[in-house]
């Protein structure tokens, strides 16, 4: 099984022809991602990297009919992609954009919400299924297929328990970025909840960070409705106070945001905590026995 | 990005906000005219810092004549104004706002931020105002609201009723809150705020609503459609290493241990300041040299880094995802070349093409080491540093 994309994903490239799409696009085909084409206004009719290349996701839905589809545009511009996604009732879209205002994500939430679909990142590296389908800008070499869910606020931190997972021989059903802004399309609960159900996962690795409440939003949702094991690491446990947030968002957040209160709270909801960034796979590997 | 006060109230006033007779002042010499300007005889004067707690400082007077604007602008001006909020060193005091006096009746506190729980903009308001609004929310949480707008619908005006009950606002207060309130959520829709914050939003002892504070932050990720706010950013402000970083497109936060950390991905970055102190060392800084780690990237980290006089090594932690880490090696040779590193350097390579990577490290001329296991290169360094 796996969750959220494998082999029958159809994937639509937004921005195909710009150089980070395009040199992603080259290494998911590799990786053998079914790519049906791409979106670039005022390019269509041409081919690029041999896939059709569409003026809209509106023209793309209709002739090559994508499931999925991954944006590369500029932040400036990524309320409009996500949207034209939405609006052409592309199921799964993932924005790998960084540096995307806080302000065009709460409209572009709320409306993916309201239309029932699906939405990661953005500020990700993507969404994997070794050995079926690369969705994203992780490097496709260090997965295994295996056993082994993992979600992460973080990039590379993700390919650090993709590594050691795969280094013990454990493996990954599917590893999802969910994204480091403060607004993500798909929140930790989204994700747990896909692996809960899948067959092929036995532990779920949860990469959390310093920053708000989705961990703790995550171990309430985990002791109510997750029983596969879940392990997790939390980032910046020596960072300082203070530093990027608000007066009054200190308020909302009511002692909520740092790595402590997260390792505490996921730890009384039955999570195992791996100390250190170094101990993620053998902490898995102990759970499973 | 923060805006100094002088700088919300300008953007209030542009949205219809009630705020004083007020005139921003950079020069000492300047305060006599502007307080005749303003009128009046009595003025309020303010250092302008982007930190908080100005009044318990020293940063904000009462005076009765020009005369006394002018010695408190001459004391303050290009001083460093040392707060609570501040570091020991303080922030340097850029501008002096010069106000018409308020009659305060009653202080009330307004706020707004993006609460990403409920992933709306939500208004917190409470009849306690110009205090610490956090240890109202600790001691008296039922004086305090949360209101989210909903960004289909905006404010409505039962919300602004709401809130106007817990403020203890009149009849005649609650029609002018009720006026104000979708101006406050065009200015933070509009400017792409993050933090908009009114302690004390004041009743006069005229009865009318006024906005005593202004404390506003900005969505940095939004600048590019913000010329306006873009051209009120005060670099004195900040850490002038970060402001260096910011320039070179690095995310850097300066800390009080002696071992430099360059790493690509933020949460690889924290992870790794994390390790170097689980093995009992105290990292010097987090810096995020991004995706790419190129040469020109990887140079300008290490003048960044090595500009902190406590650094005594440092950490280079590199899992190259799509970028090759051969190429990155050469990259950090290059860089090290050019910058004329002297500290010792402990270099991680993981990923894409690894062990070519850390064997054109070894090969090299430098005082640098490559390890590709992050413990034994953590260890390392801590082991180096001491």
């Not at chain 1, 100390?275 to 101990?279: R, V």
């Not at chain 2, 950079?26 to 300047?30: T, Y």
């Given at each position: 099984m796996s969750i959220l994309v494998n082999k029958q994903t159809r994937l639509l490239v937004q921005g195909f022809t710009g150089s980070q799409a395009t040199m992603h696009s080259e290494q998911s085909i590799a990786y053998?991602?079914?790519?049906v084409g791409g979106v670039t206004p005022g390019k269509g009719g041409t081919t690029h990297l041999d896939k059709p290349v569409f003026n809209s996701v509106l023209e793309a839905k209709e002739a090559v009919d994508p499931n999925a589809a991954i944006i590369f545009v500029p932040a400036p511009f990524c309320k409009d992609s996500i949207l034209e996604a939405a609006d052409a009732g592309i199921e799964l879209i993932i924005c790998i954009t960084e540096g995307v205002p806080t302000i065009d994500m709460l409209v572009v939430k709320e409306k993916i919400d309201a239309l029932g679909l699906r939405l990661i990142g953005p500020n990700c590296p993507g969404v994997i299924t070794p050995g079926e389908a690369k969705l994203g800008?992780?490097?496709?070499?260090?997965?295994?297929?295996?056993?082994v869910g993992i979600i992460s606020r973080s990039g590379t931190l993700t390919y650090e328990a993709v590594k050691q997972t795969t280094d013990l021989g454990l493996g990954q059903s599917t590893c999802v970025g969910?994204?480091?802004?403060?607004?993500?399309?798909?929140s930790f609960i989204d994700i747990l909840q896909l692996f809960q159900e899948d067959?092929?996962?036995e532990a779920i690795v949860l990469v959390g960070e310093i920053g708000g409440s989705a961990e703790e939003e995550a171990a309430d949702f985990i002791a109510q409705n997750v029983s596969k094991p879940v392990i997790s690491y939390i980032a910046g446990q020596t960072a300082p106070a203070?530093?990027?947030?608000g007066h009054a968002g200190a308020i909302i957040a009511g002692g909520k945001g740092t790595a402590e209160d997260k390792i505490k709270k996921l730890k009384s909801c039955g999570v195992h905590i791996a100390?250190?960034?170094?101990?993620i796979g053998n902490t898995v590997k102990s759970v499973l026995g | 990005m923060n805006l100094h006060e002088y700088q919300g109230k300008q953007l209030f006033a542009e949205y219809g906000l009630p705020v004083s007779n007020n005139k921003v002042i950079?020069?000492?010499?300047?305060a006599v005219d502007a307080c005749n300007e303003i009128g009046g005889d009595k003025w309020v004067v303010k250092a302008q810092v982007h930190a908080g707690g100005r009044g318990k400082a020293g940063g904000v007077k009462l005076v009765d004549t020009p005369e006394e604007a002018k010695q408190f602008a001459e004391h303050w001006l290009g001083k460093q104004l040392v707060t609570y909020?501040?570091?020991?060193?303080g922030q340097t005091v850029s501008a002096i706002l010069i106000e018409s006096c308020t009659d305060i009746g009653k202080e009330l506190y307004l706020s707004a931020v993006i609460d990403r729980s409920s992933r709306k903009i939500v208004f917190i308001a409470s009849?306690?105002?110009?205090?610490n609004i956090e240890e109202v929310a600790q001691?008296?949480?039922?004086?305090i609201i949360y209101e989210p707008i909903d960004p289909l619908t905006g404010p409505l005006p039962f919300q602004a009723r709401r809130i106007s009950k817990i403020l203890g606002l009149d009849a005649a207060q609650a029609k002018q809150f009720g006026q104000m309130l979708p101006n406050f959520v065009k200015l933070f829709q509009e400017k792409d705020l993050s933090l908009l914050e009114i302690n004390p939003l004041v009743i006069k002892t005229d009865g009318n609503l006024h906005c005593l504070d202004a404390k506003i932050n900005i969505d940095?990720?939004?600048?590019f459609r913000q010329p306006q706010l873009v051209e009120m950013?005060?670099?004195?402000?900040?850490d002038p290493k970060e402001q260096e970083a910011a320039k070179f497109d690095l995310s850097y936060v300066s800390l009080d241990g002696n071992i430099g950390c360059m790493v690509n991905g933020a949460g690889l970055a924290m992870g790794t300041m994390d390790t170097i102190k689980f093995f009992g060392g105290d990292p010097a800084n987090f810096l995020d040299v991004g995706g790419t780690a190129t040469q020109e990237r990887v140079a300008n980290a290490f003048k960044i880094i090595l500009?902190?006089?406590?650094?005594?090594v440092v950490l280079v932690n590199i899992f190259g995802g799509i970028v090759r880490c051969d190429l990155i090696a050469k990259g950090i040779l290059a860089a090290i070349d050019e910058v004329g590193v002297k500290v010792p350097v402990v270099v991680r390579l993981e990923g894409n093409n690894a062990d070519t990577g850390s064997a054109i490290i070894a090969d090299s001329d430098y005082e640098i080491e490559s390890l590709n296991n992050l413990e034994e290169a953590a260890k390392r360094a801590v082991e180096l540093a001491q």
């Open positions: 053998g991602t079914n790519i800008i992780m490097p496709g070499d260090i997965h295994l297929k295996g056993s969910i994204g480091g802004d403060p607004i993500p399309g798909s067959k092929e996962t203070g530093k990027r947030m100390d250190n960034l170094l101990e | 950079h020069r000492a010499e300047d909020q501040t570091d020991a060193n009849s306690e105002g110009g205090v001691n008296s949480p039922e004086k940095s990720n939004a600048l950013h005060d670099p004195t402000q900040e500009a902190d006089p406590k650094v005594k």
